[in-house]
């Protein structure tokens, strides 16, 4: 059975159907608009990402997985505290890099391990732990602005 957004008797049967419905009716009644979005998304997924964004440059798996003591890491200090108080690994990598993103734990935000994640992460915050650019080696560490 073919859906018309026409045909009144299509509408109301469930929110599926009726976002369906208003995508089509959309398509009908503005058909350089709809082609305008469906040539904009064609050329966004052709667009190569931004380079620049500050992703974690690997997962805490792929971390754990081939180094023998996180002391390597880049923010091993957050990284540990996370993976020390039972986030996954992944999880913990994200976090450690200063992205806010406790929802990967849990959509609920009375989920005590969240709860938790995010009292550790607001003290590393509160410390300015993100504040300054990664060292390129252990030589370029000031040790004198690491509060104690």
Known sequence: MTLDYKNPNDWGKSPLTDSALRLEQFKAENPEQ?????????????????????????????????????????????????????????????????????????????????QLATRIYSRFEDMGYWDEEVPESDDDINYDNIPF
């Open 34 to 114: 709809w082609a305008a979005m469906i040539s904009a998304d064609i050329e966004a997924l052709f667009t190569p990402l931004d380079e620049s964004e500050d992703y974690p440059p690997f997962t805490g798996t792929e971390f754990l997985a081939t180094h023998s003591t996180i002391d390597d890491h880049p923010y091993s200090a957050a990284f540990g505290q996370f993976l020390g108080n039972g986030i996954d690994p992944d999880i913990a990598n994200t976090l450690a890099f200063g992205e806010n993103r406790f929802d990967l734990i849990s959509e609920d935000f009375d989920d005590p391990l969240r």
